[in-house]
T-cell receptor, first 118, second 112 residues
């Protein structure tokens, strides 16, 4: 099956620093990748839609200057949390759908990155 | 705006019981619906995907149904086991190429 990886899986940083999270589709190409955030005991909330070669589309309430998304290739999207603060501590999950036809638009999810800002 | 609701929020059952998890969505114009499992502190495991033209999908002890016109889906788990304990998430996709919208999940606990 299709595999999506994320790196790092765990990150602890000081308040005010920036953190970059990578999302890779390992065995398929994806024009579009999605970034979600999950707070404790909450569901996944869509943050942004990342399109290869163009600017990301952010959901209402998500600061595009704080959460920088770069989708440089069909297999890699990055999310950078700039000037992180404790309230940004969360579980960040990316997902992607294969380009190939017949996939039924199945979205495959990465294992997530847990961010703790001190 | 699509909203996905899951009932109940939590469920505790003894091993061996058959159970049903419910999911409802406000906009019936969906492309597909997926059920996921999430273990504590972990990522998502896809269980079943139902296309908008389908009525149900089965995998092992799991059966998911879709009634698009009424905006409902159910996940049926037969002969529950302690290993089934997890949070089950329902998510819908409005159009091809768009993101899945998630419900808040049902946390299932199966006791031995």
């Amino acid at each position: 099956g299709a595999v999506v990886s994320q790196h790092p899986s765990w990150v602890i940083c000081k308040s005010g620093t920036s953190v970059k999270i990578e999302c890779r589709s390992l065995d398929f190409q994806a024009t579009t990748m999605f970034w979600y955030r999950q707070f404790p005991k909450q569901s996944l909330m869509l943050m942004a839609t990342s399109n290869e070669g163009s600017k990301a589309t952010y959901e209402q309430g998500v600061e595009k200057d704080k959460f920088l998304i770069n989708h440089a290739s069909l297999t890699l999207s990055t999310l950078t949390v700039t000037s992180a603060h404790p309230e940004d501590s969360s579980f960040y999950i990316c997902s992607a759908s294969p380009l190939r036809t017949g996939s039924g638009e199945t979205q495959y999810f990465g294992p997530g990155t847990r961010l703790l800002v001190l | 705006k699509q909203e996905v609701t899951q009932i109940p929020a939590a469920l505790s059952v003894p091993e061996g019981e058959n159970l049903v998890l419910n999911c409802s969505f406000t906009d019936s114009a969906i492309y597909n619906l997926q059920w996921f499992r999430q273990d504590p502190g972990k990522g998502l495991t896809s269980l079943l995907l139902i296309q908008s033209s389908q009525r149900e999908q089965t995998s092992g002890r799991l059966n998911a149904s879709l009634d698009k016109s009424s905006g409902r889906s159910t996940l049926y788990i037969a002969a529950s086991q302690p290993g089934d304990s997890a949070t089950y998430l329902c998510a819908v996709k409005g159009q091809a190429g768009t993101a899945l919208i998630f419900g808040k999940g049902t946390t299932l606990s199966v006791s031995s």
